[in-house]
Structure formats: C-alpha cells, structure tokens
C-alpha cells in the first residue's frame, strides 16, 4: 500500500463509508438518502479504484456485496456460546404456566409483595437463525445455527446480504460483537422469486424459510446475492464492550444503532396479561405485515434476571415463543371444477377437504391454469400443502407424491366451455384458457350486461350489478340486446322492484339508446378495449362497419393500437354471436352519429397528449375527457415530456409542478372552456 497516494486512500475510505451509509438508510432504515444513480456513481467510483489499487480492497467493502468465487464446501463451526431454541406455548395457559414458573425460580412467593415481570415482546420471524461475529466492528464470519453447537460458515453468503452491516456504525463499538438474529424474504420478495421459478418451469419453493435457507445453502454466493434476503437482529451471543445494557430491549436499541436492522414491533410489557395482549394485536396484524411470523417470542426484559433463570437443556427458561395457527397445512384434493370468468377465462377451481389454515377455514383454492396443474403434478384424491399467508389467497404449494392413493385421477382440462359448450381455446402466448363463446357464453352474459350499463358505457342508470344477476339469473334476459325489449309489467314482477324503479329504469333503457360510437366500442367489452381505445376505434374508422370489415392490418395502421388488442378486436367482430346481438341493438334503435373522416376539422387536436388534474367547477372531468378525446386528443393520467397541455383546477399537485418542471403550458377550468368554444 506504501506507494498509494495518501488521497487515494482517504478517498477510499470516504466512499466505502458513505456507500455503506446509503446501504443502512435503504436497506435498515428503508429511508433511501440519495438517489439510485448517485449510489451507482459513487459505487462506479470505489471499484475504478479498487481495480487501479486491488491491495486495497477490504472485505468490507460494499462492492462485495455480489457475491465472489463459489466455495467447494461449507466449513464448520463451533459456537463458543451455543444458539438455543425456543419453548413453545400454543395458548394462554400455557403462557400463564410459563409467568408461574419464571416467578417461582425468581422466589417471587417468598416476597410479600411480587411484582409483574416486565417481558420484551416481538414477533417470532419465520426465517433461517444466524450467528454474525465482529471484531473490532468489522464482520468477520457468519455461520448457521445448525445443531446448535456446530454451524456452517456462511460468511461469503452473508456479506451479500444489504441488511448486514460489514463494519458497525455509531458510538462505544464493541470489541466482540456476536449478533443473533433471523436472515428472512419478504413476502413480496418470495412472491417474486417464485413467479421467475414458474416462468422458467423449475420447481418453486413452498415458502418464504423454504426459500430463505435454500438461498444461504448455496455455495456460489451470487445465487445468495441475487435473493432479495433480510435479516433482523434478536439477541447477543458473545459480547465484549465497555458498557453493557441493563435489559434485552436497551440491547435491541443498541444494535439498531450499531446498524443492525431490528423488528418495528418489538416492546416491553409489564406482566403476562399485557403480553396477552400484544399477541392478539400483533395476530391481527400478522396479515398485513411484509414477511412471515409464526408466532410471538416474549423474553424477561431484565438481564440480570435472565442470568439468574439459566437454561434448560435446548431452551432457555426466560424466553417462551406462543404461536400462531399455522400458515401451511395439509389436506386432500377432492375435486376440480372449471369456472368461467369475466373475459371467457376457464379457471380450475381446487375443492378442498376443508382446512384451518393461517387462521380461516380453506376449502377451495385456485389452480390458476392448465400450466399449473403440469407444474404441480396433480392429481385428484392428492394430499397436498396448503399455503395461506398475508392476504394472497390459498395456494396449493406442493403435492405430497408419497401419500398418492391408487385411484388419484388425472385433472383433464375441457375442451369445451362447462356454461355454453363453445370450444375452449388457448392462445400460443397465453397460459389461460379461455372460452371462445364470447356474448353468447351464460357465464359471460351477467358480467357482459354489467358492463354494457355501467356509467362510462351505456350509462344504464338503476341497472345495477344485483339487478343484472337477478335478470340473468331468472332467465328474464339472455343478452344486452335483450335489454332494450325488457317492459315495466315485467320488472315490477321482479323481487324489491316498485313501479315506479321500473318505470324509471325502462326509461333509462330507452334513453341510453342514443349514444356515441365511442362508447358504444367500449360497451361492448371487447377485450383490452377500454375507453381509450374505444374512441381510437371512433376517431380513425369513424364508423362501426368500418372497424367490423377491418383485418388486423387496418387496425395496426392506427398508433394505439398494438398486434395483440387487433388480435382481439377482429376475434369478436368475426363471432357470428357477437355480430347477431350488434344487429339486435341496431335495430332496438341503439345508435350513434358517425364521426365524419374527411373533415378533418373535427380533430383538430389528433396526436396530442392532454392532461388533467385537480378539481373542475363548471364541467365534469369525465365530460371534459370526453371532449377531448372527440377532439382527437389522448387524455393520459400523468405528465410526461410528451404532454402538450395540462388543464389544472384547484387542489392540483405533483401533476402540476411536474407540468411547471418541464415547461408544459398549463391552463385553468376558465380557459380550457374558453379554449373549447373556439375549436
Ligand atoms: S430468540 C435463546 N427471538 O426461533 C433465544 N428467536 O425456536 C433464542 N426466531 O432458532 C432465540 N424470531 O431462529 C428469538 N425474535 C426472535 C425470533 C427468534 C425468530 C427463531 C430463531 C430460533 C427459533 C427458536
């Protein structure tokens, strides 16, 4: 190092530490101090160095955090203070015998007045246990609890990890330092690696821990750096310092302050009841939180009380975990029932021998689809794993090939639609199967006819969703285009249905028939049409005939419209179904005025992003959308270089100083009307 300029090395130094700095505020404190391009750039900086000066480069360097050379094997370890485990309480009582028995080792009975135990409560992290040891601050070796006295040495795997700090931060740094804590994947992050698994047809993990300790026991540490691992610290194993705290929770802090993540919802309590308490309202909201919890972990928060309990055998006698209804379980596959949905889609619906699992009773499950049911490999009477976490809807995470009963049977899809027999088809592209019966389709008619009323379609007003289930429902209609003979007499027959609600709603039947050809593309929920397109349809072909003759080729020569919503608009326009209930509507007197191609006068502002925002006194947004998008205009939801206008009412906020940002003109309700009268 001696022919290393001197500036080079503080410089060195300066970044390493302000780099590490920015890692603690992103990844422990989740209050990102710069923003990612200046992390980048200072990162670039600390490697040119590193590459032009290699002997300087330290393992706690935050460029090590992708991970290195993959090992051969895993050494071992011996911890020199051994990782216990927890006794479990599954209810109250059992959380009040453990409160006795602390008390009665403590001698409680003997004073005249015992007091409450005050108890450290915090959620019991559903993850992998780690032992991180630091000397002189900086990280020095990471190692799994395995049987508790002998580990693994996990160090490489473990530097990889944004949580952990590579040097402690802060103020009376210890000598010695273990650290004990759980290495854990959010939710999110376990969602995500599991989607990627899927999507490249390899086995998926049954859980977050699963998933957790898979990605430590990998000896190429790149695997480990490319999982989004956390890991909260829990407790102390060796320690060395000048001062050391008086309870369990002031050694939490002070591992916070040192850089160590630690749980939010960690507390202290006085006395068994309060701890009841605290697990009540944590289970409440156990669902809500980013990660797995399996229970609650209570410590007496004293440590000099601690010490005088001691151990018993595996556990000690002054922490107790009470848990919580498990979030796996396992149950049998009775059946499998394809529903169709909304858009046509055909979804295998698991039947379940009813299970309590992540505290609700399961009895279905989605199988999501064809592709599915192949990864899984199952098969009807299989025992399988149930997984419900959060709120993310009971998965089926694993079938249990040994429990295979003689008679499973194979899950066939159908090839035809179970509601209206119409072939069920699947495009190259897509894992979903969908029904190909389209308007025609009964499972498809009730929420085909809600669409076709609702306010940004037809506007169908007292036509509501249960309304339209009961029509359907008792076969008074079968399509939209039934809709318009639907007479008073009828409807009054109906449950909950005054004369006048009829009338009324006749009535509004009638009045919707004059509309505009815009809406009338989105009414008829063509997929991937919503209103947007709906009026490209209407500015660029002018009429529906128009768009009914056109081939995918005509429709692409429009910028809005991409391969696959042509796809599917020249699908719906080819269903001889869906063009007889159009006819039906035209001649119920649905109609519109065609847009007029050659003046092109009429759009005058085609090709042009608008945007609004805030509120509007005089006209309604969606009447201000509307005139817009008549005028040719796109009407987009947020700023961007390519907004031309921004029409901005009171209350209007970050879409407005972006507007101001980037030099857009921006004009008031007063204006935009003014504006309107003029083109
Ligand atoms: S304290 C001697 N606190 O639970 C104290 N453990 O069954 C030992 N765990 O192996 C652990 N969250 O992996 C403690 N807040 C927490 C915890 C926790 C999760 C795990 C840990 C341990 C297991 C004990």
């Given at each position: 190092m001696a022919n290393i300029p001197e500036h080079v090395v503080s410089e060195y130094e300066r970044l390493k530490d302000e780099l590490n700095q920015h890692n603690h505020c992103y990844y422990v404190l989740d209050d990102p101090s710069v923003p990612d391009s200046e992390y980048d750039r200072q990162m670039r900086l600390l490697q040119d160095i590193e590459q032009q000066?290699?002997?300087?480069?330290?393992?706690?360097?935050?460029?090590?955090?992708v991970g290195g050379e993959a090992l051969s094997a895993f050494t071992q370890v011996r911890h020199d203070v051994a990782m216990l485990s927890l006794e479990n309480a599954f209810n109250d009582t059992e959380l009040e015998d453990f409160d006795r028995r602390v008390k009665d080792r403590l001698n409680y009975a003997a004073l005249k007045e015992a007091p409450e135990i005050e108890y450290a409560c915090e959620p019991k992290l559903d993850g992998v246990a780690v032992s991180l040891l630091y000397q002189d601050g900086l990280l020095v070796r990471g190692a799994t609890r395995g049987d508790g006295t002998v580990g693994e040495d996990i160090t490489a795997n473990v530097r990889t990890i944004n949580s952990i700090p590579l040097k402690l931060v802060g103020t009376d740094i210890p000598s010695l330092l273990e650290v004990r804590g759980e290495i854990y994947l959010p939710r999110a992050g376990f969602e995500a690696l599991n989607a990627k698994a899927i999507a490249a047809d390899e086995k998926a993990f049954v859980n977050p821990r699963n998933a957790a300790a898979g990605s430590l026991r990998q000896l190429d540490s790149k695997i480990t750096a490319s999982r989004p691992l956390e890991m909260c610290a829990y407790s102390v194993g060796q320690f060395q310092a000048k001062a050391i705290p008086d309870t369990h929770l002031n050694m939490i802090k002070a591992l916070g302050g040192w850089g160590f993540k630690i749980n939010e919802h960690v507390e202290a309590v006085i006395g068994i009841a309060a701890c009841e308490d605290y697990y009540r309202t944590m289970a409440e909201r156990r669902d809500g939180l980013a990660y797995d919890i399996d229970g609650i972990v209570y410590k007496v928060n004293e440590l000099k009380l601690q010490e005088r309990l001691g151990f018993v055998a595996k556990a000690p006698r002054w922490a107790i975990a009470r848990k919580f209804p498990a979030q796996e379980e396992m149950t049998k596959l009775l059946d499998v029932e394809f529903q169709v949905g909304r858009t046509g889609a055909v979804t295998p619906v698991a039947r379940l021998e009813p299970v309590f699992v992540g505290g609700v009773t399961v009895s279905n499950a989605t199988l999501h689809n064809g592709n599915e049911i192949k990864r899984l490999g199952i098969c009807i009477g299989d025992t399988v794993i149930i997984r419900r976490a959060g709120d993310v809807i009971p998965q089926i995470a694993k079938v249990i090939l040994e429990k295979r009963p003689a008679n499973a049977e194979e899950i066939v899809f159908p090839e035809?639609?179970?509601?209206?027999?119409s072939p069920v088809k699947r495009a190259e592209s897509e894992a979903v199967a969908r029904?190909?019966?389209?308007?025609?389709c009964g499972a498809q008619i009730k929420q085909a006819i809600k669409h076709f009323a609702s306010r940004k379609a037809m506007d169908i007003d007292g036509l509501g969703d249960k309304l339209v289930e009961l029509l359907v429902g008792q076969g008074v209609i079968f399509s939209v285009a039934d809709l318009y003979d639907l007479r008073v007499e009828q409807l009054m027959g109906l449950e909950r249905l005054a004369e006048k609600s009829a009338a009324n709603l006749v009535a509004a039947i009638h009045s919707?028939?004059?509309?505009?050809l815009a809406k009338f593309f989105y009414s008829l929920g063509i997929r991937e049409v919503g209103e947007t397109t709906g009026q490209t349809l209407a500015n660029n072909f002018g009429s529906l005939d128009v768009v009914i003759a056109a081939d995918a080729e005509t429709l692409l020569e429009v910028d809005d419209i991409g391969p696959i919503v042509a796809g599917y608009i020249v699908d719906f326009f080819r269903n001889p179904d869906n063009l007889s209930i159009i006819q039906a509507l035209r001649e119920a007197g649905v109609q519109w005025p065609d847009i007029d191609?050659?003046?092109?006068a009429s759009q005058p502002l085609k090709g042009q992003t608008w945007v609004l925002t805030g509120g509007m006194d005089i006209m309604s947004r969606a009447e201000a959308k509307d005139r817009l998008q008549e005028l040719g205009a796109k009407v987009a939801g947020s700023v961007s270089a390519k907004t031309v206008q921004v029409v901005a009412g009171p209350g209007a906020g970050s879409k407005l100083t972006k507007a101001q940002k980037l030099h857009i003109p921006v004009m008031d309700e007063a204006e935009f009307i003014e504006f309107l009268s003029k083109v």
């Amino acid at each position: 190092m001696a022919n290393i300029p001197e500036h080079v090395v503080s410089e060195y130094e300066r970044l390493k530490d302000e780099l590490n700095q920015h890692n603690h505020c992103y990844y422990v404190l989740d209050d990102p101090s710069v923003p990612d391009s200046e992390y980048d750039r200072q990162m670039r900086l600390l490697q040119d160095i590193e590459q032009q000066h290699p002997s300087l480069l330290t393992a706690d360097s935050p460029s090590q955090r992708v991970g290195g050379e993959a090992l051969s094997a895993f050494t071992q370890v011996r911890h020199d203070v051994a990782m216990l485990s927890l006794e479990n309480a599954f209810n109250d009582t059992e959380l009040e015998d453990f409160d006795r028995r602390v008390k009665d080792r403590l001698n409680y009975a003997a004073l005249k007045e015992a007091p409450e135990i005050e108890y450290a409560c915090e959620p019991k992290l559903d993850g992998v246990a780690v032992s991180l040891l630091y000397q002189d601050g900086l990280l020095v070796r990471g190692a799994t609890r395995g049987d508790g006295t002998v580990g693994e040495d996990i160090t490489a795997n473990v530097r990889t990890i944004n949580s952990i700090p590579l040097k402690l931060v802060g103020t009376d740094i210890p000598s010695l330092l273990e650290v004990r804590g759980e290495i854990y994947l959010p939710r999110a992050g376990f969602e995500a690696l599991n989607a990627k698994a899927i999507a490249a047809d390899e086995k998926a993990f049954v859980n977050p821990r699963n998933a957790a300790a898979g990605s430590l026991r990998q000896l190429d540490s790149k695997i480990t750096a490319s999982r989004p691992l956390e890991m909260c610290a829990y407790s102390v194993g060796q320690f060395q310092a000048k001062a050391i705290p008086d309870t369990h929770l002031n050694m939490i802090k002070a591992l916070g302050g040192w850089g160590f993540k630690i749980n939010e919802h960690v507390e202290a309590v006085i006395g068994i009841a309060a701890c009841e308490d605290y697990y009540r309202t944590m289970a409440e909201r156990r669902d809500g939180l980013a990660y797995d919890i399996d229970g609650i972990v209570y410590k007496v928060n004293e440590l000099k009380l601690q010490e005088r309990l001691g151990f018993v055998a595996k556990a000690p006698r002054w922490a107790i975990a009470r848990k919580f209804p498990a979030q796996e379980e396992m149950t049998k596959l009775l059946d499998v029932e394809f529903q169709v949905g909304r858009t046509g889609a055909v979804t295998p619906v698991a039947r379940l021998e009813p299970v309590f699992v992540g505290g609700v009773t399961v009895s279905n499950a989605t199988l999501h689809n064809g592709n599915e049911i192949k990864r899984l490999g199952i098969c009807i009477g299989d025992t399988v794993i149930i997984r419900r976490a959060g709120d993310v809807i009971p998965q089926i995470a694993k079938v249990i090939l040994e429990k295979r009963p003689a008679n499973a049977e194979e899950i066939v899809f159908p090839e035809r639609c179970p509601v209206c027999e119409s072939p069920v088809k699947r495009a190259e592209s897509e894992a979903v199967a969908r029904c190909s019966g389209g308007l025609f389709c009964g499972a498809q008619i009730k929420q085909a006819i809600k669409h076709f009323a609702s306010r940004k379609a037809m506007d169908i007003d007292g036509l509501g969703d249960k309304l339209v289930e009961l029509l359907v429902g008792q076969g008074v209609i079968f399509s939209v285009a039934d809709l318009y003979d639907l007479r008073v007499e009828q409807l009054m027959g109906l449950e909950r249905l005054a004369e006048k609600s009829a009338a009324n709603l006749v009535a509004a039947i009638h009045s919707s028939k004059q509309t505009s050809l815009a809406k009338f593309f989105y009414s008829l929920g063509i997929r991937e049409v919503g209103e947007t397109t709906g009026q490209t349809l209407a500015n660029n072909f002018g009429s529906l005939d128009v768009v009914i003759a056109a081939d995918a080729e005509t429709l692409l020569e429009v910028d809005d419209i991409g391969p696959i919503v042509a796809g599917y608009i020249v699908d719906f326009f080819r269903n001889p179904d869906n063009l007889s209930i159009i006819q039906a509507l035209r001649e119920a007197g649905v109609q519109w005025p065609d847009i007029d191609q050659n003046a092109q006068a009429s759009q005058p502002l085609k090709g042009q992003t608008w945007v609004l925002t805030g509120g509007m006194d005089i006209m309604s947004r969606a009447e201000a959308k509307d005139r817009l998008q008549e005028l040719g205009a796109k009407v987009a939801g947020s700023v961007s270089a390519k907004t031309v206008q921004v029409v901005a009412g009171p209350g209007a906020g970050s879409k407005l100083t972006k507007a101001q940002k980037l030099h857009i003109p921006v004009m008031d309700e007063a204006e935009f009307i003014e504006f309107l009268s003029k083109v």
